[in-house]
């Protein structure tokens, strides 16, 4: 049985904690979508380790672990992302695998990134992490991509000269300022030299690992909501992070991609803009914002915060095929009382049935609240579902009930330590 990990919100539901105490069961951790736009955290042993590109698998030995053809590769944020992994006694040597069809993102990426952002102006920006993502995607879509197999080849530098003249006439007629190409090669180059040793035929890789029945868990980044075809367009990122890019990011077949995982919040955030139903623009989203720590991993930008979106949930639910839920910082809404879910969405008057494609219908929308009583204990460091105060297991019961997928796994603090496991999403039976 394989295992894919999705986001179920807007992005930073904790997933970097979950696979990380999965990655101890499965044999591959697999990044098949995005770049070093996400930040997942581990905390383990009293240390915090930020990933933005290598899959969290890396922290546990002898895992192997895969990015994806279907992630979009910085090669200098990979090659410092390694450099701090050797410095903190993490080698990926001989179990890091990085697809030779997964496309490179270059510096100019980046640089039209913030460009795109600054011409879209007030009201119409995505509020991306500005780290090159929507463009190195455009240029895999339009067909002038670089992929990684490229570095293997001789006229590498050629290719990479070619590809900074061509985007230097864009950037300078969007009125940025000239690419420096010398120096973008020089650079490019020398990282590139760094991934170099990493590039594998992943595809193959991973059907041997299919072929041996071995266990691959993917590790998905960002969330439903910011899937490029599933999310609130075009306040999404450019790939597809929920569970439906799977298949087409890691280069295996549909039907191996096994047991869903949703990984949610008991609340909700959301980084950049966009439509967020249950926002909370008061002193209650400020204190989920201090006590949840909601502050960007990859920019550091504060978090909107609101209450927990069963709607959104239960769409998340469809578009993924969840099959159970990982809760996590159970423990921010430990001094909240009463608490808030939201049941229902109406417009214009009307109660609407399901989640609106139209960014404009979201951002309209009143939600429709159904209020729980709080617990006001500590619940960090809860042994188990059952030693957690009843109203918290009714919180999560009734998250559970509206959403129609059980629990299977609870986080209640920063360490691997603090993860209870209900059911165990490896098991052939789900048991
Ligand atoms: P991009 O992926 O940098 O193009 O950003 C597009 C949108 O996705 C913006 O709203 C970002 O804030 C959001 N986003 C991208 N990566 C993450 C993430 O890892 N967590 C949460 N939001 C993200």
Redesign the pocket.
Same mark, same amino acid.
Not at 271 to 274: A, D, L, M, P, Y
């Given at each position: 049985m394989n295992v894919a990990v999705v986001g179920g919100q807007?992005? *930073?539901e904790g997933k970097g904690k979950i696979i990380d105490v999965l990655a101890e069961r499965a044999d591959y951790i697999v990044r098949y979508q995005?770049g070093n736009? =996400? #930040?997942h955290t581990v905390e383990t042993g009293g240390e915090k380790f930020v990933l933005h590109l290598i899959p969290t698998g890396i922290l546990r030995p002898d895992r192997k672990c895969v990015i994806g053809n279907g992630v979009v590769v910085d090669p200098v944020a990979f090659s410092s992302e390694v450099k701090m992994l050797l410095s903190r006694g993490v080698d990926p040597a001989g179990r890091l695998f990085v697809s030779d069809r997964a496309h490179l993102l270059l510096p100019f990426h980046r640089r039209l *990134?913030g460009l795109g952002e600054c011409l879209r102006g007030e009201g119409r920006r995505?509020? &991306?992490? +500005? +780290?090159g993502?929507?463009p190195a995607y455009a240029d895999k879509a339009s067909r002038s991509g670089l992929r990684l197999c490229a570095i293997l080849r001789r006229d590498f530098p050629r290719r990479v000269e070619e590809r900074c003249r061509e985007a230097g006439r864009v950037l300078e007629a969007l009125g940025g300022e000239a690419v420096d190409v010398e120096k973008t090669v020089a650079e490019v180059t020398a990282a590139a030299q760094v991934v170099r040793p990493f590039i594998t035929d992943t595809v193959a890789l991973l059907h041997g690992a299919v072929r041996r029945r071995q266990r691959i868990l993917f590790e998905g =980044?960002? %969330?439903t909501l910011?899937d490029l075809d599933f999310g609130t367009y075009p306040? !999404? &990122?450019?790939s597809n992070a929920s569970a439906c890019g799977v298949a087409a990011g890691a280069g295996i077949p549909p039907s191996q991609v096994g047991r869903v995982l949703g990984v949610i919040k008991g609340y909700a955030t959301r !980084? #950049?803009?966009?439509p967020f139903p249950t926002e909370l623009n008061d002193d209650t989203g400020a204190l989920l914002r201090e006590n949840g720590h909601e502050y %960007?991993a &990859?920019t550091g930008r504060p978090r909107r915060c609101g209450w927990f979106d069963a709607v959104a949930a239960r769409y998340a639910v469809m578009v993924n095929g969840i099959e159970l839920w990982a809760v996590t910082k159970l423990d921010v809404l430990d001094r909240l009382d009463p608490i808030r879910i939201c049941v229902g969405y109406e417009y214009r008057g009307r109660r609407l049935d399901g989640f609106p494609a139209d960014s404009g219908v979201l951002a309209g929308v009143k939600p429709i609240y159904e209020e729980l009583p709080g617990w006001r204990v500590p619940t960090r460091g809860a042994g188990s579902f059952d030693d957690l105060p009843s109203q918290a297991r009714e919180y999560l019961s009734r998250i559970c009930r509206l959403t129609g997928v059980p629990l299977g796994m609870l986080s209640l603090g920063p360490e691997r330590e603090d993860t209870v496991v209900l059911t165990d999403p490896f098991a052939e039976d789900g048991a």
């Open positions: 807007w992005g *930073d995005g736009n =996400a #930040g *990134d995505i509020g &991306t992490t +500005r +780290r993502i929507g =980044a960002q %969330g910011l306040f !999404v &990122t450019s !980084v #950049g803009e966009g %960007g &990859t």
